[in-house]
């Protein structure tokens, strides 16, 4: 029987999120990834600004701080000058889809080596819950205490979808990790990332449909319920992409 | 030395860069600097180096943050309005202590401004290149085979006080030809073996190294700046430089750096005609600014004229190193128009009583 035990990957640091987060268990499939292939020493991560703005403390890799947004821009440099490591970006909705979307798509478009983990949990959680690009219509948050109201605030962005239109991309999944077949098929998932970058194959993005129950004024149990009854019908789960481009 | 070429002062730059072991260069096209990426975009992947167009400018200072941060030489550069785009990135860089060289050859503003040569990024580039406590090393070369010398200068002190180097040339310098001769020196591409903070995988060998500004403890942040600002001070006390002639007799003293500084020259050389006794002062490295090399310079003079392509931004710096000891008086065009020697002269001229 194999022990249940902390990745390597992982530091020991006690990790800062909220109760019933998802961060924790996606950030434990990143690592897990990394420790079955091998790769720690040869891995440089790179964090967002948003709640998992000090991931930086959490994987033992070598890790760098990106200002927001500029995640897919930072993991570039470190790729084109190191083209045999491997190089991931963790990064939220707001930082991924609002300020950092022309950084996102020209990193996919370009085909960058490289593996985007996306937290999309449809809110600002660091700042306190504010609408994010994929706040869901009619969503209650911060900045839309009467709900999003599509006709003011246009409509959530759909970030898989939109970027398997993309001729760089070599993966595009959306996966959820709400109960554990979901968490086995997100840690394959990653692990398809990691290999399409091990092999120069294109960029990979795994989009995480995830939970802020502090934000979303719920318990964990309502807000996973919230992301399986809402989430999922609006962002529908699988691979809408998935092949080398090169 | 080998033999001279003509060459533009943006491809000459260019060169140099490659030279100084610059592996990456990040960019986005913008007037008057273009010939640097299209030169490099040609020769980068002979030498073994990348060249990528960034889709803004803000993307390429981003990756110059993760190259740098890798520990790998690497150098953007635009013009203006782009620098503009690019301070976020640069007070990121100077936050994490990561050094890398980026090029501005300046042209007319604010606002997308002029395409003609200008000095009127002065107070930015030296002052404000981004939120925060910091400063960048800030070069100004005033030749086309200063543009290519100062380059491995630039490289060499942001690697040694790990901090971003600025060379802020001008459209005139980047666009103009002059001969350039290059040491013969083999190109070889620069790796990290000598920075063991850089985040390029740790290789089960080390700790993982962090590369990051964020410090959320007011006193952890504080002394971080301050072991900063003790870097600044010694690159303060031994780092500048700046070329003073004819200044020992003289009774105005002309002080103006990059393009400008030739300009003043001939019309300090064409006052001297009118019997006025004319030296020049020119700042090679902005910051620091050599103040102690202009009280020296400035010991016998009665008078001083800053001249700039600006309205006045470096002449507030002048007038900060005399101290209130003598009157600076200014002259100036802008908006891309370059002044010429004569109109400098009249100046001095009007400064020494003589109409």
């Known amino acids: 029987m194999p022990e249940f035990k902390r990745p390597h990957a992982l530091t020991d640091a006690y990790l800062h999120y909220c109760p019933g987060c998802t961060h924790g268990i996606v950030h434990r499939l990143v690592a897990e990834v990394i420790d079955e292939m091998g790769i720690e020493g040869d891995t440089i991560g790179v964090c967002p600004v948003g709640c998992s703005v000090m991931a930086y403390d959490y994987f033992r890799c070598d890790m760098m701080e990106a200002s927001h947004g500029r995640s897919p821009a930072v993991a570039t440099g470190i790729k084109r000058a190191n083209p045999d490591k491997f190089v991931f970006t963790y990064q939220g909705d707001g930082d991924l889809a609002a300020i950092g979307t022309a950084e996102t798509v020209h990193a996919a478009t370009r085909g960058e080596n490289i593996t985007v983990i996306f937290i999309n949990n449809t809110t600002y959680g660091m700042t306190g819950g504010q609408m994010a690009p994929t706040t869901l219509p009619g969503q209650v948050t911060q900045t839309t205490p009467y709900g999003r109201d599509t006709s003011v605030e246009g409509f959530p962005v759909k970030i898989c979808e939109m970027l398997s239109q993309l001729d760089g991309v070599a993966l595009a999944q959306r996966v959820t990790v709400i109960d554990p077949k979901n968490i086995r098929i997100a840690k394959e998932a990653i692990r398809k990332g990691f290999e399409f970058q091990k092999n120069k194959q294109g960029f990979s993005i795994i989009e995480v449909l995830s939970t802020c129950p502090t934000n979303w004024g719920m318990t964990p149990v309502q807000a996973l319920d919230r992301l399986r009854s809402e989430m999922i019908p609006y962002y529908p789960l699988g691979v809408f992409k998935e092949g080398a481009v090169r | ?355």
């Open chain 2, 1 to 355: 030395m080998a033999e001279k070429s003509l060459m533009k002062g943006n491809e000459a730059l260019a060169e140099a860069a490659l030279r100084a072991g610059c592996k990456c260069f990040f960019g986005y096209p913008i007037t008057p600097q273009t010939e640097i990426a299209a030169y490099l975009s040609k020769r980068m992947p002979k030498v073994g180096g990348t060249f990528l167009q960034a889709e803004s400018e803000v993307a390429a200072i981003n990756m110059i943050y993760g190259c740098a941060g890798s520990g790998i030489r690497c150098m953007t550069s635009s013009s203006s309005p782009g620098i503009s785009l690019k301070t976020e990135g640069i007070s990121y860089i100077a936050g994490a202590d990561l050094p890398c060289v980026i090029i501005n050859v300046q042209r007319g503003g604010p606002g997308l401004g002029g395409i003609q040569p200008s000095q009127a990024d002065y107070w930015q580039v030296t002052h404000a290149l981004g939120h925060g406590d910091f400063h960048a090393l800030v070069f100004a070369p005033s030749t086309v085979q200063e543009m290519a010398d100062t380059v491995t200068k630039a490289f060499d002190l942001a690697d040694k006080y790990r901090m971003p180097a600025v060379i802020l040339a001008d459209g005139l310098l980047g666009q103009m030809m002059e001969p350039v001769a290059f040491e013969d020196v083999e190109i070889k591409m620069s790796d990290a073996s000598n920075k063991p903070w850089a985040a390029n995988g740790h290789g089960n060998k080390r700790e993982h190294n962090i590369i990051n500004s964020l410090f959320l403890q007011p006193t952890e942040l504080e002394d971080k700046i301050k072991e900063r600002f003790k870097r600044y001070e010694t690159a303060k006390a031994t780092e500048t430089l700046a070329v003073a002639e004819n200044c020992e007799d003289a009774d105005i003293v002309v002080v103006a750096y990059g393009s400008t500084a030739r300009l003043a020259k001939s019309a300090a050389e064409m006052a001297r005609k009118s019997g006025l006794k004319v030296g020049t002062f020119r700042p090679v490295t902005l910051w620091p600014f050599p103040e102690k090399e202009l009280n020296e310079a400035c010991k016998n003079a009665k008078k001083v004229l800053t001249v700039e392509m600006s309205m006045g931004q470096m002449v507030d710096d002048v007038k900060l190193a005399l101290n209130c000891r003598l009157p600076v008086e200014f002259y100036g065009r802008t908006g891309g128009v370059v002044p010429s020697p004569a109109e400098i002269c009249n100046k001095l001229k009007e400064m020494g009583g003589i109409n």
